[in-house]
């Protein structure tokens, strides 16, 4: 190999003479799919099938089982006679981080129920088994409207002035209808009034009704 010839010493890709006066690569492989530079055939073609987030932006909420939550009640991470809050569950290590919300799903819940300690829990979810374990225990769960920012408010005062207090804004109509349905589902909810829910709740009905 000769040293300091530039592009002559032999250090970089070898190339051979190939068919029709052309040169073709011989060291590393080539892309499969791979058409030459013109548009491959499957970006030529439409796509089919169904993905997973095309349609659903419901935010990814930090799940959490009930049988983890009676691990941290038992060995007394938690203090189950004060309101069991997001922010709470992060700083007794119970989960690592929220973002978006907490869901509570039901595994784990013989374990919950042998406890028999009535807690009151904040989450954004919860599915049925869960609500039903935690109500059997005497205790409940809460829903409390919050945007990203006042999430994060929550999660982080620290980050934030301390004078000066953010107000929850009216939520828009498609979570009010979200909080409605949590609402039915046997969670307790707290959100702004909405006048144009509230106040036209039998006549909306109606409407759907009708619809239908």
Same mark, same amino acid.
């Given at each position: ?66 049988? !983890?939550?009676?691990?941290? /009640?038992? =060995? @007394? ?7 069991? +809050?997001?922010? $709470? #569950? ?9 973002? !978006?919300?907490?869901?509570? /799903?039901? =595994? @784990? ?7 028999? +300690?009535?807690? $009151? #829990? ?91």
């Amino acid at each position: 190999m000769r040293i300091g010839r530039g592009p002559g010493s032999g250090k970089g890709k070898t190339a051979a003479k190939g068919h029709k006066g052309q040169y073709a690569r011989t060291g590393g492989t080539i892309a499969r799919g791979f058409e030459g530079g013109q548009s491959d055939m499957m970006r030529r073609f439409p796509k089919f099938g169904f993905r997973k987030h095309r349609f659903n932006r419901d935010p990814e909420l930090e799940q959490l089982n009930l049988g !983890r939550l009676a691990y941290h /009640l038992e =060995k @007394g991470h938690l203090d189950s006679d004060a309101p069991i +809050t997001m922010k $709470s #569950l992060v700083e007794a290590g119970v989960l690592s981080k929220v973002n !978006r919300g907490v869901k509570l /799903l039901g =595994k @784990g819940a013989e374990k919950f129920s042998s406890l028999k +300690t009535p807690i $009151s #829990l904040e989450v954004s979810d919860a599915s049925h088994e869960a609500i039903d374990a935690v109500k059997s225990a005497g205790g409940n769960l809460k829903v409390v409207y919050r945007t990203t920012l006042l999430m994060k408010n929550h999660m982080k005062p620290h980050k934030f002035r301390s004078d000066k207090q953010l107000k929850t804004p009216m939520p828009p109509p498609k979570k009010v209808k979200k909080m409605e349905a949590l609402k039915r589902k046997g969670l307790e909810v707290e959100y702004p009034r909405a006048p144009w829910y509230s106040d036209n709740v039998e006549k909306l009905t109606q409407e759907y009704v009708d619809r239908k």
